[in-house]
């Protein structure tokens, strides 16, 4: 089956510095992925939509200055959370899309001190 | 946008008793509801999924219902296990592939 490989699993950063969350298909190419927010014990929510050479699509409310998303390549998309403040610790979720069917990475944890 | 309802936020059930999670949706262009499992820290997995065109779809002990003129999808597990505790989301989509809308997800307890 497809597999999505998110990177890192866990990080934790000090208020105001920029973290960088990598998401890749390993064994498909991927020309849209999607990144998901999910808080404790909350559901995921829809970031924005990412199409391999183009601008990301953000969902309202979503601020694409402070996430910045980079999918330069079929294989990977990038999610970088600039400034960081405590309010962004959460668990992000990336998931790929493989022709029909889109799938899962392992999810970042996010701890801003 | 879709908006997609979940009910109900928690469950307790009796080991070998029956779980229903019901879900209704509001976006009629949606054609693609799948079920997540969910553990502590992990990724959503995938458990059932099903399509518009058909109104009910099972897997063992897993069974899915669709009322697409209600606009609303079930979620049956018998024979419930420890193993099955655990949170559960439904979402829907315009097709499998495309961005999903979350439920608000199911906390469900199995008790030996």
């Known amino acids: 089956g497809a597999v999505v490989s998110q990177h890192p699993s866990r990080v934790i950063c000090k208020s105001g510095t920029s973290v960088k969350i990598e998401c890749r298909s390993l064994?498909?190419?991927?020309?849209?992925m999607f990144w998901y927010r999910q808080f404790p014990k909350q559901s995921l929510m829809l970031m924005a939509t990412s199409n391999e050479g183009s601008k990301a699509t953000y969902e309202q409310g979503v601020e694409k200055d402070k996430f910045l998303i980079n999918h330069a390549s079929l294989t990977l998309s990038t999610l970088t959370v600039t400034s960081a403040h405590p309010e962004d610790s959460s668990f992000y979720i990336c998931s790929a899309r493989d022709q029909a069917f889109a799938f899962f990475g392992q999810g970042t944890r996010l701890t801003v001190v | 946008g879709e908006n997609v309802e979940q009910h109900p936020s928690t469950l307790s059930v009796q080991e070998g008793d029956s779980a229903v999670i019901k879900c209704t949706y509001s976006d009629s262009a949606s054609n693609y509801f799948p079920w997540y499992k969910q553990e502590l820290g992990k990724r959503p997995q995938l458990i059932i999924d099903?399509?518009?065109?058909?109104g009910e779809k099972k897997d063992q002990r897993i069974a899915v219902t669709l009322n697409k003129t209600a606009k609303h999808f079930s979620l049956h597990i018998t024979e419930t296990q420890p193993e099955d505790s655990a949170v559960y989301f439904c979402a829907a989509s315009t097709a499998a592939g495309n961005k999903l809308t979350f439920g608000g997800g199911t906390r469900v307890l199995v008790k030996p």
């Open positions: 099903i399509r518009s065109n058909v």
């Open positions: 064994d498909f190419q991927a020309t849209t």
